[in-house]
């Protein structure tokens, strides 16, 4: 395994588009997450009664230990740039015709999709150091006070993690097997821009919200709920969603566990 | 002799193409075998097959006596069909990919393959810069890295100019000397003549031969005569003993008798007994084109 984790950083960390979504990644979290902030702010500014019960019961959410959490669900709104990056490296793979050469070189067929899982594997964790750099540097910032509390809510780190990679399997399946970078970059953001946004609609209005927490996106989009301050304190709707979480983990480890043998399985059997 | 590789009644099938059908032949260690034939015989769809990039519908292969392992491949240095590398990185940092992934070699072997391939100056350049014969080049050289028991080349001459043909056959023969089973795919007749011991011919899938040279082209023999006065030599070879038939091909005279029959002693006395004094006598090796084209015309 560790043999194959330095043959794809071998091939990764000369890949300009790995260094240009790092670069974006890097500008992007700090932004979207400053107008989170910004968004907070606008809230506890009110000057009536509502805006002054949120700052004296939220707290500040981009202050450790709620930091951990606002910033991941922010954050996790640029999957986008992390799963453009996976598409395009395995679509490299057709385009170069590499796929069939490394099979050539020695990899068993296995090996090489295990490969691709490392791939996805590093984008994942260079995303979530991004995202572990601004939560931390937020929280840092913005403490008042010694906050002994600052690991409370550190659970959203594995919690974006898992959530990152299960996105980007997705989009590493599209791109697995559609093999056209642009017809596959086309049909994950379509489809996670505006199939996905339109069935949830649909199935709230048609009163079965229920229902769209298992479109696959929002399976793993249901780890890391609403920030407090969004629901506008309302406390059932956060505690819910708060209570959905243990039970999404399974879902999409079983969902991103699926995607997998589906493209193991279509690997073994398929003309390279 | 042992094999290096037996194949065993591989068929394969694209819709309502058969690309391959019941082909079996086997390989001798230390032979440079030639796959020829016409485009869309299956070469490439054979070696691919032997290579795991296309499964068969039917048939087996064993390299090296052992099963269908994929470890075996990490013993066969390849090029098929195109040079296959990452457009971003240079010929360097390809040939790390293809040494960690095939575990041949060591780092110093990167500089030597791309020296055997005349690389060295273009090595940290990246292959998207590569002209067509440097992006072939490279493939050979990825396929010498870390000195390989069986080679296993598809059309490797392909996109390489005069010189570099030479190069790469003079490197087969070389190679093949230090006792490498070498594989060659190709549809230049002439390249495979001059360095393969063994060969097998396909056409539309089906294999119409397979052995060794001189077995495969010898299968009568061939003398060419000449004389001063050859409408005379016409009249007297038409009744030399055992001569099958006599062709008049530019002043000379191609005589054509049963394996292992011909005596270019007793042609020459005949002749001379009849009055004609020979000027050329040659026994003739049929070549491999003639050959491929009896078999494959048919």
Known sequence: MLQLLKIEWLKIKKYPAFWWML?????????????????????????????????????????????????????????????????????????????????????????????????????????????????????????????????????????????????????????????????????????????????????????????????????????????????????????????????????????????????????????? | MQSVLSIDNISKRYGRIQALKNVSFEVPEGCVFGILGPNGSGKTTMLGTLLNVLKSDSGSFSWFGQANKDSNRKRIGSLLETPNFYHYLSAVDNLKVTQAISGRGKRSDIDEALETVKLTERKKSKFKTYSLGMKQRLAIGAALLGNPEVLVLDEPTNGLDPVGILEMR?????????????????????????????????????????????????????????????????????????????????????LKFALGTSNLEAINQYCFNNGVVLNQLTARKKSLETKFFELTNN
């Not at chain 1, 490299?92 to 999709?113: A, C, L, M, P």
């Not at chain 1, 601004?134 to 993690?161: C, H």
């Not at chain 1, 983990?249 to 690997?267: E, F, G, P, R």
């Open chain 2, 170 to 254: 003079e490197l087969i023969k070389h190679l093949a000397k230090q006792g490498k089973t070498i594989i060659i795919a190709s549809h230049l007749l002439d390249e495979v003549e001059k360095v393969c011991t063994h060969v097998a011919i396909l056409k539309k899938g089906e294999l119409l031969t397979a052995g060794a040279v001189d077995e495969v082209l010898v299968n009568e023999d061939i003398v060419e005569i000449s004389a001063s006065d050859i409408s005379k030599l016409q009249q007297v070879v038409a009744n030399i003993p055992g001569c099958l038939s006599a062709v008049l091909t530019d002043k000379l005279l191609h």
């Open chain 1, 23 to 272: 670069g974006i990644v890097a500008l992007t979290y700090p932004g979207i997450n400053w107008f989170g902030y910004k968004l907070y702010e606008g809230t506890v500014s009110r000057h009536d009664m509502a805006g002054a019960l949120a700052k004296s019961l939220l707290g500040n959410p981009f202050a450790f230990p709620e930091s951990w959490h606002s910033v991941a669900y922010f954050s996790s709104f640029f999957v986008i740039i992390p799963a453009i990056l996976v598409i395009m490296v395995i679509t490299n793979e057709y385009n170069y015709k590499t796929h069939r050469q490394n099979v050539i070189d020695g990899w068993s067929r296995t090996e090489f999709v295990t490969s691709k899982i490392l791939d996805v594997f590093i984008v994942t964790l260079v995303v979530t150091l991004m995202y572990l750099l601004t939560a931390g540097i937020s929280g840092f910032m913005l403490q008042e006070g010694n906050q002994s509390n600052w690991t409370d809510q550190i659970k959203y780190v594995p919690l974006f993690m898992l959530q990152t990679f299960a996105q980007l399997s997705i989009a590493f399946m599209l791109g697995f097997l559609v093999r056209k970078a642009f017809i596959a970059l086309g049909i994950f953001l379509f489809y996670y821009l505006i199939v996905e946004p339109t069935l949830r609609g649909l199935l709230t209005y048609f009163k079965m919200p229920d229902l769209a927490n298992y479109l696959p996106f929002n399976i793993s989009n249901k780890l890391i709920p609403y920030p407090q301050f969004l629901k506008r304190l309302d406390e059932d709707a956060y505690s819910k969603a708060l209570d959905l979480i243990n039970m999404h983990v399974i879902y999409t480890l079983l969902l991103t566990s699926a995607l997998w043998w589906l493209c193991y399985s279509v690997y073994k059997k398929r003309d390279l």
